[in-house]
């Protein structure tokens, strides 16, 4: 079945560091959505990218979606304080069946 | 302006009770979908309703595990026989969209169950 694989795991960096996360599934996405989840909170939508090879950037966010729409990246540059939290990316199928599945996250902690 | 609303936000239940888990999703949007967050892992899809339909529940753990939405708005997550290994963050999301895997979903702030 489909899986999800987001590495790594866990990354902590010096504030003003740039960081990133990498999601790869098994199968090819429709779609892929990235989530934040503050500790304590709950996921809290960032983006969703459709197209094969797109890039969309937040501010300091830079979300990128594979030519092959199995991978997404997301990077930080310059990290602050407020982007702590854990990461997810969410992947969506292309079959009838299909469902969001998440990645198991990345978290991120910030060295003041 | 209210969000997805979950009631209650914690829950401790002696094993072998029964839980019912509220949600209320943002009024208008078509698709529900219920989560189970264990900690330090990715929310894990259980069930997903379009109105009042539920479409896909292959996400559910056992026969234990029931959930309705009998009017297409407020949502209900039921589990017989509380065991100790469902203890776990329940998350609700509603989206606005009706295709399944298209669209933001917007995440409540979770139940928080704890079986002894």
């Known amino acids: 079945g489909q899986q999800v694989m987001q590495i790594p795991q866990y990354q902590h960096v010096q504030e003003g560091e740039d960081f990133t996360t990498y999601c790869n599934s098994s199968t090819t996405l429709s779609n892929i959505q990235w989530y934040k989840q503050r500790p304590g909170g709950h996921p809290v939508f ?13 501010k300091r966010l830079t979300f990128q979606f594979g030519e092959a729409k199995k991978n997404s990246s ?8 407020t982007d702590v939290g854990t990461y997810f990316c969410a992947g969506g199928g292309y ?14 902690s910030i060295r003041p | 302006g209210a969000g997805v609303s979950q009631s209650p936000r914690y829950k401790v239940a002696k094993r072998g009770q029964d839980v019912a888990l509220r949600c209320d999703p943002i009024s208008g949007h078509v698709s529900l979908f219920w989560y189970q967050q264990a900690l330090g892992q990715g929310p894990e899809f259980l069930t997903y309703f379009q109105n009042e339909a539920q479409l896909d529940k292959s996400g559910l753990p056992s026969d234990r595990f029931f959930a309705e939405r009998p009017e297409g708005s407020v949502s209900t997550l039921k589990i017989q026989r509380t065991q100790q290994e469902d203890s776990a963050v329940y998350l609700c999301a509603s989206s606005v969209k009706d295709r399944f895997v298209e669209g933001e979903q917007f995440f409540g702030p979770g139940t928080r169950l704890t079986v002894l």
Do not use: D, P
């Open chain 1, 95 to 108: 079959s009838s069946a299909s469902k969001i599945i998440f990645g198991s996250g990345t978290r991120l």
């Open chain 1, 74 to 81: 997301l990077h930080i540059t310059a990290t602050q304080t």
């Open chain 1, 46 to 58: 960032l983006i969703q990218l459709v197209k094969s090879g797109e890039v969309k950037k937040q």
